[in-house]
């Protein structure tokens, strides 16, 4: 490698590496710990950190900026290379806090002014630590039994003997110096795949930027690296791939890492302190490949060694410094809508760009002309796609942008070419000059489009070989593949007669509609077809609102909308096919009952999906109506959020409003009858009792119990005053601990008052043990105190 790449390629790889040369003094002054017994501590300043025996790992604090993160680090060599963080996505701290394994058993930091945070819980008491030799940092309880250890938790790295369970997955960080959780994943899937993704996407195949291609191979893959540097997919017998064969270096230490720029990479590197990381493989050098990397409207171009986000015609970037923030248009398109003469628009073409392919039409047998004319006159159209003979129309965000080397497709975008300081005045000239523009592009265009039907036919007749819709090993075909059609498809309503065998089997039935199963003839997946009622009929933009709302919400814990028909008073919804029930139907059958830890992961997933609506997708959305019975199941039993048919769409300046009652009895925050405002904190009520459900295993009423047992809420809050929580749960063993959490968590978000009701952030915060619960009080207290 020569010079200039060697110092490039530390640049765009090396994360979370820290000279700390602070720390370098402080831990030289370090005793060696291989049992760390209850009252250690350590400060950020004095006695930071926790040494390995060969002192090669420290588990410790290590300075990020403005402030302290505790993690694990590599003492042994200079840069002090970070390999996990606690508390990643909230783990910045003072330099007067103290970690602390307090004589009762808590792993925790201690800040004077603030409440302390548990930084690892492993639901019992932990009675001593170990920082061991090979990075792994592990918990033991009195019998020394480890109860917790670093390597299950792992954040970017795997380090040798360390591996990827089915199931799981790591994700990149922010930057190279914020080690809070970044855009991209690396997941091994239960179907043997290991498969990378952008961040909030659903596992399917057109997400995915790279896969091992083991898909099909049993459902106990996981990823495993050894001391050699053997990284490989293994099911607890055979090998299944290798992705590198390994290689013996003497004093040579490797690690795995999904970097920051979203591809995961080997390195080694000598303990000699002049020695350095180097890369030894990657599954690609395609520095474009992973999605998302430009955010939205930008696309990525391949330089040499490193990778570029440019702008659409007539899109700036939102913040120059970070481009996975993306770019926005610079003018606006109120003149299109409103005929207003003085405006006028172009279309501007972009060689090889593609992005992911949402359309909301297709034009077919056009030329490129006529796809340029189709998105110039409909104001609709933002953008178009040009390819053999189809246009695909296209509005705002455009996903996924890059330019390729060459391409058959044709990126059209519509700009402005109003001056905004002279508008009007220039209307004629304005037009003269799009005509020539226009005489020029078509030139390039033809020349563009006989070239793409040239590549197309050397390459159409192998790229019909792959199964559509397959996971690609990017290494082989290089990802250049558009997403098949993620946006929404218009059904016919005869194509859903057909899906549905004329709406034979039924799965459900909800205020708004019937849900029947049905298998789509083109491609054969198995879809949940929602049936509108009638009655919903004056209701046009409440289907047009749920339509355009889910369309837009891509999380993997709420369920994905695939189309939809709109035929005169025939509505329908067609939904991704949920194939074990819904959370009703498993939590009130003893017989399904999931067991205590499968039911805290449904918890966490079902608080997942609200926060999702909440706070992180495009639009604030508040449910409405959460309940067992609209929280679905996956075939991996990964819990999904299902009908935002209730959902009201927030203004952004309007955040409170009141729409006569909605939801479902049980179920809904009592605001809702006080004619209040009705906010978010709705919802974290409606979670609160599913919460309780959750946790005790019924429903929230239910008269064929005693009268002081039949109102759930009533009865959890009694037991919790009186100190005998494990009535709750019957005889069933459950961790007292976690129960308690839970049933304070719940009680938390039933309060009567809204504003005492932790945000859903808040709530998965506590779920996950990180931050301390304080005292419920009775959820009734504030209103008997009025
Ligand atoms: C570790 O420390 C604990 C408490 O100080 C002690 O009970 C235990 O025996 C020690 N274990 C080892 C292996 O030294
Ligand atoms: C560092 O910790 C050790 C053991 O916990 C203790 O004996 C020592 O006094 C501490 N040193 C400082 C400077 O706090
Ligand atoms: C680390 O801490 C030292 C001393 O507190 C400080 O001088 C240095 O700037 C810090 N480094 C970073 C990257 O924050
Ligand atoms: C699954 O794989 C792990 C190691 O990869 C192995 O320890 C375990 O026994 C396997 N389980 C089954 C059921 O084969
Ligand atoms: C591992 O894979 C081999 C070959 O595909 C298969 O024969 C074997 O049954 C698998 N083992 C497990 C535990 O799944
Ligand atoms: C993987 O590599 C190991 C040696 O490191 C070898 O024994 C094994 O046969 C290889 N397996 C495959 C599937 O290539
Ligand atoms: C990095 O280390 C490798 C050997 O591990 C060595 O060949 C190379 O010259 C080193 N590069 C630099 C810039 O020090
Ligand atoms: C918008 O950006 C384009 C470059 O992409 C520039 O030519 C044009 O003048 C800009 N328009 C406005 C209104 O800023
Ligand atoms: C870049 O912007 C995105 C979204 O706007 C944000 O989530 C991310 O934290 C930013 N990254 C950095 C390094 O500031
Ligand atoms: C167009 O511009 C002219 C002159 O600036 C102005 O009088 C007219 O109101 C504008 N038309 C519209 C629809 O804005």
């Not at 009762?104 to 932990?126: A, F, T």
């Not at 063993?733 to 932790?758: A, H």
Request: some cysteine.
């Amino acid at each position: 490698m020569n010079q200039r790449s060697q110092s490039l390629f530390s640049m765009a790889v090396f994360p979370c590496v820290l000279i700390v040369s602070a720390l370098m003094v402080a831990s030289a002054q370090q005793q060696r710990y291989s049992n760390i017994s209850l009252g250690s501590s350590l400060t950020p300043l004095k006695n930071s950190s926790w040494l390995s025996p060969s002192g090669l790992y420290a588990f410790g604090f290590y300075n990020i900026s403005n402030g302290y993160a505790v993690g694990i680090y590599l003492a042994g060599i200079p840069e002090n290379t970070v390999v996990w963080t606690a508390n990643r996505d909230d783990p910045v701290f003072p330099s007067n806090v103290v970690l602390l394994l307090t004589d009762d058993g808590r792993l925790i930091l201690k800040q004077e002014d603030r409440e302390s945070v548990v930084l690892v819980n492993p639901g019992q008491s932990i009675a001593s630590a170990s920082m061991l030799d090979n990075g792994n940092f592990v918990l033991y309880d009195s019998s020394r039994r480890i109860i917790w250890k670093s390597f299950d938790q792992p954040t970017d790295t795997l380090l040798p003997d360390q591996r990827l369970p089915p199931g799981e997955e790591i994700f990149s960080s922010v930057s190279k110096t914020n080690p809070a959780r970044g855009i991209f994943r690396l997941k091994m899937q239960y179907d043997g795949n290991l498969v990378q993704y952008p961040v909030e996407t659903p596992d399917t195949a057109p997400y995915a930027y790279y896969s091992s291609g083991t898909d099909g191979d049993g459902n106990n893959v996981s990823l495993n690296l050894d001391k050699n540097g053997h990284l490989y997919l293994f099911n607890g017998s055979f090998i299944l791939s290798n992705l590198t064969i390994g290689r013996y270096r003497t004093r040579t230490i490797y690690l795995m890492r999904i970097d920051v720029d979203g591809i995961f990479r080997l390195y080694y590197r000598s303990l000699d302190p002049q020695g350095n990381w180097t890369k030894e493989w990657s599954p690609t050098e395609d520095k474009c490949a992973p999605k998302g990397l430009c955010g939205l409207n930008g696309f990525c171009i391949q330089m040499d060694e490193v990778a570029e986000c440019e702008c659409l015609p007539g899109f700036d970037h939102v913040n120059p410094g970070n481009w996975s923030s993306g770019c926005e248009r610079n003018f606006s398109m109120e003149g299109c809508k409103a005929k207003d003469q003085n405006v006028s628009y172009e279309i501007r073409s972009s060689d090889n760009t593609v992005w992911e392919d949402a359309n909301y039409a297709i034009l077919t047998g056009t030329t490129n002309e006529d796809c340029r004319k189709a998105c110039l006159e409909d104001c609709n159209c933002d953008a178009a796609l040009f390819k053999d003979g189809n246009c695909r129309k296209q509005r705002l965000p455009l996903r996924y942008g890059r330019r390729l080397q060459s391409n058959s497709n044709i990126a059209l975008i519509k700009v402005s070419t109003t001056e905004p300081s002279t508008q009007g005045d220039l209307g004629n000239s304005g037009m003269e000059i799009k005509k020539e523009l226009r005489l020029d592009i078509l030139i390039i265009s033809i020349s563009l489009f006989a070239l793409a039907v040239l590549i197309l036919a050397i390459s159409g007749i192998y790229v019909h070989r792959n199964h559509v819709g397959r996971y690609k090993k990017i290494s082989k075909y290089g990802n250049v593949e558009l997403i098949e059609d993620v946006g929404l498809r218009a059904f016919t309503y005869g194509e859903l007669v057909q899906a549905t065998d004329d709406f034979k089997e039924e799965l459900g039935r909800g205020a708004s509609g019937t849900v029947y199963k049905g298998i789509l003839t083109n491609n054969g997946n198995i879809v949940a077809v929602k049936r509108l009622e009638k009655e919903m009929a004056e209701g046009e933009k409440e289907f047009q609102t749920e339509m355009k709302v889910i369309g837009k919400t891509y999380h993997r814990n709420l369920v994905r909308l695939l189309g939809y028909c709109l035929e005169g008073s025939k509505w329908l919804l067609v939904y991704e096919y949920m194939s074990n029930g819904s959370l009703a139907d498993i939590l009130f059958n003893p017989k399904n009952r999931p067991c205590w830890e499968e039911r805290i992961r449904i918890a966490s997933d079902i608080a997942r999906g609200i926060l999702y609506l909440h706070e992180e997708c495009e639009t604030q959305i508040i449910h409405c109506d959460i309940k067992p019975q609209n929280i679905l199941m996956d075939e991996h039993r990964c819990a999904k959020i299902s009908d935002f048919g209730l959902a009201k769409l927030l203004k952004q300046d309007q955040t409170n409003t009141y729409t006569g009652i909605r939801g479902t009895r049980g179920y809904v925050a009592p605001e809702w009858h006080r004619k209040l405002p009705v906010t978010v904190k709705a919802d974290v009520y409606s979670f609160g009792i599913v919460l309780l459900e959750i946790t005790c295993g019924r429903r929230s009423v239910d008269w064929s119990l005693s009268e002081d047992e039949a109102i759930l809420e009533e009865w959890v809050y009694n037991c919790y005053e009186a100190k005998e929580i494990s009535k709750l749960v019957g005889d069933e063993e459950v961790d007292e601990r976690k129960l308690e959490r839970m049933i304070k968590i719940g009680i938390w978000c039933i309060q009567d008052e809204p504003s005492l009701r932790p945000s859903m952030k808040k709530v998965l915060l506590m779920l996950e043990g990180t931050v301390d619960i304080p005292v419920p009080p009775s959820p009734t207290s504030f209103l008997s105190a009025i």
